[in-house]
């Protein structure tokens, strides 16, 4: 079965068909109405009246005479911009992928390699990451922090190791990480009733440990720079699960969390 994915832009009310988009991009990349029309084989008049068409529905200026030919205004630019990029993500054929934040990317990083899985890897965070795999360009997201399954309805998920959590408590302000099972950290500050503010957030760690101010993190990130670090809360209480969400299970996916699991990421 061939399935293909079309889309179709909408300005000001008025819908831009995919040959006037063609049309307008031959003539950014030719730099006139005729060179365009020779390039797409058909007449300048033609040519001129696919783009008089869009400008007429849309009240939109698309081009712009200059001494060196003609150039596409920003709105034009613009229109083309939205068109290649929602090309983009409508391609169907792509690698496997896989999606996680930067407090599991090294141990991503010694699996996703040519020898062992084969596939791309991407690193942001996890409510970037559950858009990716939402919108159908990952595969599988590698979540920190477990309170996002709730979030997750309908989709398979597995729990591949868990995680300790270290807190440095240098007084009532704290600095928050943008990665890591943060929402869970919190969630205990407020539990216990602890008076607390958040004044700032970072994503590097050595940002967080040059702050002077408290935080939360976890202790593999540390770990893994050799720095030791002896927590305020007891780090059983913030232990926190790792899992591996995925939209359908494949061979490639079970041998992934096969892989994870064998790390042992505790």
Known sequence: MEIKVVTSQIVNGHTITPRQLEVLEAVR???????????????????????????????????????????????????LEVAEMTEMRCELGRKFTVACTPVTEELLLSIMSPTKIKGELIIS???????????????????????????????????????????????????????????????????????YSVDSEVSLVQDLLNSGKSFFIDEFLLLRRGIKVKSATDKGTLKHSINAVYRKDTRCVQRLLRTIKQKRVV
């Open 29 to 79: 990349s030719e730099g006139s109405k005729n060179a365009a029309a020779k390039k797409l084989g058909i007449s300048a008049p033609v040519v001129h009246n696919y783009l008089s068409a869009v400008e007429k529905g849309t009240g939109v200026q698309l081009l712009m005479s200059t001494p060196n030919g003609t150039v596409l205004t920003e709105d034009a630019l613009r229109i």
């Open 125 to 195: 965070d996890d409510h970037t990451n559950m858009r990716l795999l939402k919108e159908g360009l990952v595969d599988v997201i590698i979540l920190d922090d477990p309170v996002f399954l709730f979030d997750l309805e309908g989709y398979h998920w597995s729990e591949v190791g868990s995680m300790d959590m270290v807190h440095v408590d240098n007084g009532p302000s704290y600095v928050k990480y943008r990665y890591g099972a943060q929402r869970i950290a919190y969630s205990y500050l407020d539990a216990i009733g602890k008076e």
